[in-house]
């Protein structure tokens, strides 16, 4: 398994830009794919991006496409969300994790193995 933590959330005000960050260490970061789902209090933990192992293939909810964009760097072993013209239901705890051997297909919460501890957006109206 792999290590996550996750960084850079907080609050801010609709229309406002935020970049999660989620560090990884323990194991090989490029055999993972890396996806970043969001729990809002009282719903399930819900998909939001998924970045294949190098990095040429993304896919994303639908309530987040054109807004959030995920990447990552091999080199520094991080997975970055950036998110854009941010919403109030974009408000949750957002969670890193690692899918080893996976793929951009992998938008269940089951397939990932390892993950980070949460890192809280609020986004007041």
């Known amino acids: 398994q792999v290590q996550l933590v996750e960084s850079g959330g907080g609050l801010v005000q609709a229309g406002d830009s935020l970049r999660l960050s989620c560090a990884v260490s323990?194991?090989?970061?490029?055999?993972?794919?890396m996806g970043w789902f969001r729990q809002a209090p009282g719903q399930e933990r819900e998909f939001v991006a998924v970045?294949?192992?190098?990095?040429?293939?993304?896919n994303y909810a639908d309530s987040v496409k054109g807004r959030f964009t995920i990447s990552r760097d091999n080199v520094k072993n991080t997975v970055y969300l950036q998110m854009n013209s941010l919403k109030p239901e974009d408000t949750g705890v957002y969670y890193c994790?690692?899918?080893?051997?996976?793929?951009?297909?992998?938008?269940?919460?089951?397939?990932?193995?390892?993950w980070g501890q949460g890192t809280q957006v609020t986004v007041s109206a």
């Open positions: 323990g194991r090989t970061f490029a055999n993972y794919a």
């Open positions: 994790a690692a899918d080893r051997w996976g793929s951009s297909d992998s938008t269940s919460a089951g397939k990932f193995e390892s």
């Open positions: 970045i294949n192992m190098i990095g040429g293939a993304t």
